[in-house]
């Protein structure tokens, strides 16, 4: 007995001990088996933001593109503006040109383009005998006479602007 009693009194600690660590191990392997579903459960939740991330990435690339294009556009569009700008500048800085249309435009008749000018002469002698010239002669005259031909062009203007008057009219091609 005494002998069993000694086999128990080393055999039940060594058992119990054993008992403990199974337990232990036990425990361990649930909270690891928890923890790996919990990490896969993180994964699976991760995995959809990934694919967000990406697909916010590709919208953020594709919007960066358009934003790249729109100003290129826009910079070209400023270029035209200043280019526009520069041609109203330059054209404000001219004097007028004014356009004096003879005739009414018909189907059998042509126009014809002629430059009219007032003479210098006759203006000083206009001004000298008091008679006001018009302003519009220190400019740029044209005439558009709408006409069967050339001689009833240069007749029809003329008759307008006299050379007696001391108006000079000088005619061009016909307009096409």
């Known amino acids: 007995m005494e002998a069993v009693r000694t ?3 080393s055999a039940v600690p060594l058992v119990a001990a054993l008992a403990v660590l199974c337990h232990l191990c036990w425990v361990g392997i649930r909270r690891s088996w928890d923890r790996v579903a919990g990490l896969d459960r993180l994964r699976q939740s991760v995995v959809p933001l990934k694919e967000r991330q990406r697909a916010e990435t590709e919208a953020l690339a594709d919007l960066t593109c358009r934003l ?3 100003k290129g556009r826009l910079s070209a569009a400023e270029q035209r503006v200043g280019h526009l700008q520069r041609q109203i500048d330059a054209v404000d800085k001219e004097p007028p040109v004014f356009l004096h249309i003879l005739g009414l435009p018909a189907g059998n008749r042509r126009a014809f383009r ?6 210098t002469a006759v203006a000083t002698a206009a001004r000298a005998a008091g008679k006001p010239v018009n302003p519009v002669w220190r400019y740029d005259n ?10 009833s062009a240069r007749r029809e203007a003329e008759h307008v602007f006299p050379h007696k008057a001391g108006f000079k009219v000088f005619f061009h091609a016909p307009v096409p």
Do not use: C, K, S, T
Not at 142 to 151: T, Y
């Open 7 to 9: 086999i128990l009194d």
């Open 68 to 70: 790249e294009e729109a």
């Open 114 to 119: 002629a430059e009219v000018q007032y003479d």
């Open 142 to 151: 044209r005439v558009l006479v709408h006409a069967l031909d050339l001689q």
